[in-house]
Nanobody
Framework: QVQLVESGGGLVQPGGSLTLSCAASGSFFSINRMGWHRQAPGKERELVAVISSGSGTNYADSVKGRFTISRDNAKNTVNLQMNSLKPEDTAVYYC?????????????????WGQGTQVTVSS
C-alpha cells in the first residue's frame, strides 16, 4: 500500500557530507511522523532523527548539530542532511513513517519502512 524508497547513500570521507532522500508513494490519507534510523554491523537499529507533521524535530545526541532532517509535505518526501560525517556514522540508513489510512469510518495508523541505503564513512 505504501512504498518508501531511499536514495543518496554512498561512500564519503570523514568530515564530508551526504544528503539522504526518502520518497513515499502509494495510497494513504496523510503522513504523521517521519524519521530516519540506522543500523551498523553487529549493532541494533537506532533512531537518528524524527520530524512531525508540523516539522517539529528530534535528534539522537550523537548527531545533534551535524544532521538536519526536513520534509516536504507536498511531495511526501523526507530528507536527512548529514555534515561532518564520522566513521562511526557508517551504517544502513532506513526511512520510516507513520501513515494514516482511512478505513470505513475509522482512521488507522500504520508504520512503514524503506529498504535502506548504505552510508560508509571512510578514508
Amino acid at each position: 500500500q505504501v512504498q518508501l524508497v531511499e536514495s543518496g547513500g554512498g561512500l564519503v570521507q570523514p568530515g564530508g557530507s551526504l544528503t539522504l532522500s526518502c520518497a513515499a508513494s502509494g495510497s494513504f490519507f496523510s503522513i504523521n511522523r517521519m524519521g530516519w534510523h540506522r543500523q551498523a554491523p553487529g549493532k541494533e537499529r537506532e533512531l537518528v532523527a524524527v520530524i512531525s507533521s508540523g516539522s517539529g524535530t528530534n535528534y539522537a545526541d550523537s548527531v545533534k548539530g551535524r544532521f538536519t532532517i526536513s520534509r516536504d509535505n507536498a511531495k511526501n518526501t523526507v530528507n536527512l542532511q548529514m555534515n561532518s560525517l564520522k566513521p562511526e556514522d557508517t551504517a544502513v540508513y532506513y526511512c520510516n513513517g507513520d501513515f494514516v489510512h482511512h478505513s470505513g469510518s475509522r482512521y488507522i495508523v500504520v508504520n512503514y519502512w524503506g529498504q535502506g541505503t548504505q552510508v560508509t564513512v571512510s578514508s
